[in-house]
Nanobody, 115 residues
Framework: QVQLVESGGGLVQPGGSLRLSCAVSISIFGHYAVGWYRQAPGKQRELVAR???????IYADSVRGRFTISRDNAKNTVYLQMNGLEPEDTAVYYCRLSDSVANYWGQGTQVTVSS
């Protein structure tokens, strides 16, 4: 059974930083694209950042230049480094693993940016 477990969320002041991690239990982790999504209260889930198998990266316009997605295939882990956090970044952040036939989500980790 595939499991994705996010961690690293919490409460941070505006301008602060957090690093989210997503530990994945799956074989051949490197064969999957990975991504981070978020959902704020009353809003739809949206893409934050996505990395393909080949390493191509897409960022949402709202986070480009502040957030960085990375992966460690040896550790089956995906990371999201978030700098310059803003109150508008407050949301539940979800990790996603996907290929042409499968799609897996974690349970999410809460990020709250507030003074």
């Amino acid at each position: 059974q595939v499991q994705l477990v996010e961690s690293g969320g919490g409460l941070v002041q505006p301008g602060g930083s957090l690093r989210l991690s997503c530990a994945v239990s799956i074989s051949i982790f490197g064969h999957y694209a990975v991504g981070w999504y978020r959902q704020a209260p009353g809003k739809q889930r949206e893409l934050v950042a996505r990395m393909t198998i080949g390493g191509s990266i897409i960022y949402a316009d709202s986070v480009r230049g502040r957030f960085t997605i990375s992966r460690d295939n040896a550790k089956n882990t995906v990371y999201l480094q978030m700098n310059g956090l803003e109150p508008e970044d407050t949301a539940v952040y979800y990790c996603r693993l996907s290929d042409s036939v499968a799609n897996y989500w974690g349970q999410g980790t809460q990020v709250t940016v507030s003074s």
